[in-house]
């Protein structure tokens, strides 16, 4: 059978609920945060000079399995929020399991690669990372959190606590992000 479109998927990502294709019955505790968000935040960290200011865009999506696609682009702003330059990039799975339990697979172009598990359910995610994977040239992380509450519909607040580069475990992310509408 040829493909609706040439060279495209005939298979189309939902970005809410109310989209086709419904989402699976296990994304139950993450169809809140299906959609694409964007706000801003700050961070630091020990061993950086000073602490920055942030933007970010995060989009959630899925194909009616029983997992997430997750992608997040980060840029620097100053204090006015005019763009300096762009920051940390990411894309991911989060596999969701019965009863909220969820395994998640990140990515970065740093060299960083994280396996984390953790439970979503009544409007938050906590996830921690079991494993993380190095390329020979990447900063040192050992480990990482990541948790997601949706304050209300439409707010998505996001913590990230890094151990790396020889620190304990600590904050290095916070922000708050809005939904933005569908395109
Ligand atoms: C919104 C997402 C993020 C932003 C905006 C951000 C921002 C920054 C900035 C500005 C720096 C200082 C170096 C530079 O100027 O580029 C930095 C360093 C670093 N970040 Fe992030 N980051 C983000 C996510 C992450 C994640 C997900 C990880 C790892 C799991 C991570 C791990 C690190 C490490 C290891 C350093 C180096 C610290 C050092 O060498 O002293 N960051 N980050």
Known sequence: MADPVPGQSPFRDARSPEEEPAPHALLGPVTGLLGT????????YPTLDGDFAYRQQVTFSH?????LHYEARAWLVDADGTPLRPSARETGWWRLQPDGHVEALITQPTGV?????GRAGSGS???VSGQVALTPTAKHVD????RYTL??????DFHHDLQAVGQPMQRHLSARLHRTPAP
């Open 151 to 156: 304050t209300d519909a439409d707010t998505l």
């Open 125 to 127: 995610a906590d996830l």
């Open 63 to 67: 194909d009616g399995r029983p997992f």
């Open 143 to 146: 480990a990482s959190r990541r």
């Open 37 to 44: 968000w964007a706000g801003g935040g700050d961070g630091g």
């Open 113 to 117: 690669a994280e396996l984390l598990t």
